[in-house]
């Protein structure tokens, strides 16, 4: 076997392995709240009204598919290993066509799940109590099964309902770990898949459904070239597009006088710019060089198969473990008020202009870069801070075992040293998190440009 077809083999079996039903931060809604809580861009946003997406579309039709146009010949031209949308797909004005089929030829025309919900609702988010408001079933807002250590509670929106922007931009900032990206593959068990032409499923098991989903919320943009060359799939990975497609959308939704969907499409396109800042989601194997990949790898080859089975299931171990703890911290400190470094972090707006202007490269250069740098970093944390049962024991497997609801004592049962490790590594990740979360909305245009 060659170096490159051992290192494919390596890296196919990392990103096999790679958390199911881990979807980066936990609760978007949550840290999108706290970060733009005082913020002149969407807490002092004038309230919006809920509309169907059938209206929007309905009202946008010509506007829609000039925008979808536009953005195919840019995908074409900027996406690296973008595979073309066939042209069949492409949205079409047709006023005399059914809601239904407007909404579905929309979702085919952005090549994403044609029954994704798109449900008019808000998140339980605090200081947000809406009066006589209905609950809401998960299955009413996502076509996924319901995550077993899931702590979001839904509400409905009835049409015409008045909502602040702020509750709008963070309840949507989950959705698109809602269904959106499920089974868009050639080989995976939906009827719009083969369609779709994006080819067969980069990694990952193309059975389970969550696992469709990963491709188009992790950016492995700066591996090193060997990796690129020995398994070329990882190149195959597609934030950049969504990302693209729905700040798009909400331009345009806020320029035509329907600022609902505006702050609802500005909350998805921010929902993968705030994956990709988590390291775990912009490198295949954070903290561990290519070198030692290869090395690992090939002592597997000769017989010795302990220390490559044993970095896959400690990678998937730390990832899960750093997003329960993370989503554990959140919820302590926002049911104690919100006082806290994390949270003070997340809000930290001096570093906003620390980052260059947002551009179509945004993503690319600067979030999945700094996520990756960080990798090392964050992994040496991980290693001080948490019992080594989570990151360090190859026979423990975090995500098949329900992992740890007890994460913050156990942590806190550290010492001060390793304690402060985590937590400079945690207060460092939502920075980056908040800053990007901001300057997204920045380049959506000032509010008075989005009121005008
Ligand atoms: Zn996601």
């Not at 970060?35 to 002149?40: C, G, L, P, S, Y």
């Not at 949308?85 to 579905?104: G, I, T």
């Not at 985590?422 to 245009?445: C, D, K, Q, T």
Request: charged residues 20%; proline residues 7%; contains cysteine.
């Amino acid at each position: 076997m060659t170096r490159h077809r051992k290192v494919f083999a390596l890296v196919a079996a990392l990103l096999l392995g790679a958390p199911g039903p881990a979807f980066a931060w936990s609760n978007h809604g949550l840290l999108t709240y706290w970060t733009f809580k005082d913020t002149a861009e969407v807490a002092a946003a004038p309230d919006v009204q809920a509309e169907p997406l059938d209206a929007f579309l309905r009202d946008q039709e010509q506007a829609i598919a000039n925008l979808l146009e536009a953005q195919e010949i840019w995908a074409r031209a900027n996406v690296p290993t973008y595979p073309p949308r066939p042209d069949e797909l492409a949205f079409k004005v047709d006023a005399l066509r059914d809601d239904a089929a407007r909404r579905k030829a929309f979702a085919e025309a952005l090549r994403i799940a044609p029954n994704t919900r798109f449900a008019l609702f808000t998140q339980n988010l605090p200081g947000f109590s809406r009066s006589g408001a209905k609950t809401m079933p998960f299955a009413e807002v996502s076509t996924l099964r319901e995550p077993a250590f899931s702590m979001m509670r839904f509400f409905r929106l009835e049409p015409g309902e008045t909502v602040p922007a702020l509750l709008v931009l963070a309840s949507s900032s989950d959705e698109p770990d809602f269904g959106v990206d499920i089974n868009c593959w050639d080989d995976s068990p939906s009827e719009w898949g083969k369609r779709y032409k994006f080819g067969k499923l980069p990694f990952g098991n193309p059975a389970l459904d969550f696992a469709t989903q990963a491709p188009f919320h992790m950016g492995f943009f700066h591996q090193s070239w060997l990796i690129y060359k020995a398994a070329p799939f990882v190149a195959r990975t597609y934030p950049e597009l969504r990302a693209h497609q729905f700040i798009g959308l909400a331009r345009l939704a806020f320029r035509t006088g329907h600022p609902y969907w505006g702050w609802r499409f500005a909350g998805m396109a921010m929902h993968y710019v705030q994956d990709l800042a988590q390291p775990y989601h912009a490198s295949i194997l954070p903290g561990v060089s290519t070198l030692r990949m290869i090395a690992t790898n090939t002592v597997a080859m000769v017989g010795w198969k302990g220390p490559k089975d044993a970095m896959v299931v400690l990678a998937s171990n730390r990832h899960l473990a750093f997003e329960r703890y993370e989503a554990l911290l959140i919820y302590r400190d926002t049911a104690a008020g919100g006082k806290s470094p994390l949270i003070q972090a997340l809000q930290a707006k001096a570093r906003d202009g620390v980052y260059p202007k947002w551009s179509d490269l945004y993503l690319r250069d600067v979030v999945t870069q700094e996520a990756f740098d960080f990798g090392e970093a964050l992994s040496t944390a991980l290693l001080a801070a948490f019992p080594p049962k989570y990151v360090s024991d190859p026979s423990y497997d975090f995500g098949a075992s329900g992992g740890s609801g007890a994460l913050i004592s156990e942590v806190a049962e550290r010492t001060p040293e390793q304690r402060a490790e985590i937590e400079g590594a945690v207060v460092e990740l939502m920075g980056h998190f908040g800053a990007h979360s901001r300057n997204l909305v920045r380049a959506l245009g000032s509010t008075k440009e989005r009121n005008d």
